[in-house]
């Protein structure tokens, strides 16, 4: 298989280039994109500087002019607490939880044109509440503590997300995939949010969010582990349908099993009917597998993961499959699996779980490699967005996770097959 990664010349439908195939896998074809945002100064006079990582998620709708996407940013910067004193200089102690350094960012949805080896930003759109009131990314009731950089406590905020995943439809709107609850949400053009589905059972802690909440998730999903909520959305050429996928095995029954477990589950949604119609079992690789990851100490089997689903037809799925350095893009076709919605893999008094069960014993969605990074020399890190112009070719984005490690933001174009 041959992997060709080239700048842009021109953009049409197939997305012309020109430069010879001896530079594929590499970021400095691509675009470095910077957006800065603040600046802190931190207790000791530590400034630290960041720069919008845009890249947590990627999406094109055919009908667009030629060289637009859709991007997505996360909840914004944020810092684990016991890691304060190294990037901060500041102690937090024992304190657990997420430093959220700039606590009035709002997850954005970007609009940009890629063409002749820049982005230009075509519109920033603010998430907000139905009302239009800017929402925030700090963490809520489903998730870890959040603390401001003078290490006061933040108090949940029941309207916020963790943004990842992002579809455009032709009526303008948008859905994402969030990893807090985790849940998905239908956005209007404007950024506000029209409804938010959640598993059974949370939709009483989110009291307060300012816009519709719907428990239409299974229930089953409120066993993900801490910030592996769902980072992928998509829709079929027809948008008939949406699907995505929880981004690491659930801890069902507990953490050893999302821990050494690979099963990990995609949804398929019927958009008409507003309801889950489909739930399939996708096999993630051993961490051993993603070489480049493994050259400097041994990934554990967690730190592999989905960051991202592309539907190149109805109930045909690219996904990208990551830990950091290494990335695998697979072809799945939900017809090759069984649909195990309602089944007993949705019961949690199941034993074994599935995230518990042999591989030989569950019927898995057949996977067909189209791309290893490890096999063109490597990329770009954390590449979360991916943004499919039809044909073989595609943009990727990273997510530079704010620039705090000062890693920056590529949108790279990438000429992937897709059969």
């Not at 506000?192 to 089953?220: C, F, H, M, N």
């Not at 996708?282 to 991202?308: C, L």
């Not at 074994?352 to 569950?362: G, M, R, W, Y």
Request: hydrophobic share 40%; net charge negative.
């Amino acid at each position: 298989m041959k992997i060709l990664v080239r700048p842009f010349i021109v953009f049409s439908v197939l997305m012309l280039f020109v430069v010879p195939a001896a530079s594929a896998g590499t970021p400095k074809d691509g675009i470095v994109f910077s957006d800065p945002l603040d600046r802190n100064t931190m207790l000791n006079g530590k400034e630290m500087r960041f720069d919008v990582g845009i890249g947590s998620g990627a999406c094109r709708l055919a009908s667009d002019p030629d060289g637009i996407i859709y991007t997505i940013t996360d909840r914004g910067p944020n810092i684990k607490t016991q890691d304060a004193l190294k990037l901060m200089g500041v102690d937090f102690g024992k304190k657990k939880g997420k430093i959220f350094p700039t606590v009035n960012f709002a997850p954005t949805i970007y609009k940009l044109r890629v063409a002749d080896g820049h982005a230009t930003v075509l519109d920033k759109i603010q998430i907000k509440t139905s009302d239009g009131q800017q929402i925030s990314g700090i963490s809520n009731p489903q998730t870890e503590a959040a603390w401001d950089i003078n290490g006061k406590e933040l108090p949940y905020d029941p309207s916020g997300i963790d943004a990842e995943g992002i579809v455009k439809l032709s009526d303008g709107s948008f859905w994402i995939g969030e990893e807090y609850g985790p849940s998905i949400l239908h956005i209007s053009a404007d950024g506000r949010v029209l409804e938010r589905w959640v598993p059974q059972g949370v939709k009483s802690t989110l009291d307060g969010a300012g816009y519709k909440v719907e428990e239409k998730l299974p229930a089953i999903l409120r066993m993900r582990p801490l910030n592996r909520g769902i980072e992928s959305m998509a829709a079929s050429p027809d948008e008939k349908f949406l699907y995505f996928a929880m981004q690491s095995p659930l801890s069902n029954p507990d953490k050893a099993a999302y821990k050494k477990g690979r099963h990990l589950r995609i949804f398929k949604i019927d958009r008409q009917a507003g309801q889950v119609i489909g739930e399939y079992v996708y096999v993630i690789d051993t961490a051993d597998t993603f070489v480049m990851d493994n050259k400097k100490k041994k990934r554990k089997q967690n730190d592999v993961k989905i960051s991202e689903l592309t539907a190149v037809g109805t109930d045909e799925l690219v996904v990208l499959e990551r830990i950091s350095s290494t990335t695998k893009f697979y072809r799945v076709d939900l017809a090759s699996g069984a649909n195990i919605l309602g089944t007993q893999w949705d019961d949690p008094s199941t034993t074994p779980t599935l995230e518990q069960s042999d591989i030989a014993t569950v019927d898995t969605l057949d996977k067909k490699l189209l791309m290893n990074t490890d096999d063109h020399g490597g990329m770009m890190k954390k590449i979360e967005g991916l943004a499919w112009f039809g044909q073989d070719q595609w943009i990727m984005v990273n997510d530079n996770d704010f620039g705090i490690a000062s890693d920056p933001t590529y949108i790279v174009p990438v000429s992937m097959p897709v059969n």
